[in-house]
């Protein structure tokens, strides 16, 4: 598996986990957290970090079988 494949799949991964994260998030400071801040910026924040996890799983993942194949 080449790396370009591992960044590929990272981010269509991450973009749909980034997705959900958003949404529930969003959902949850709406509805059951009284906060000062904004929810849609701290349901967004969430998204990135999940982005970031899933692609940088995915390309660690990549290097991983590289380095085994």
């Known amino acids: 598996m080449n790396l370009e494949l591992s960044a590929v799949l990272g981010v269509v991964f991450g973009v749909l986990a980034a997705a959900c994260a958003f949404v529930i998030s969003y959902g949850e400071y709406k509805r059951n957290w009284s906060f000062r801040g904004n929810a ?8 990135a970090v999940t982005f970031a996890f899933f692609f940088v799983a995915a390309l660690a993942v990549g290097l991983l079988l590289r380095l085994l194949t």
């Not at 849609?40 to 998204?47: H, P």
């Open 40 to 47: 849609s910026l701290m349901a967004l924040r969430s998204a």
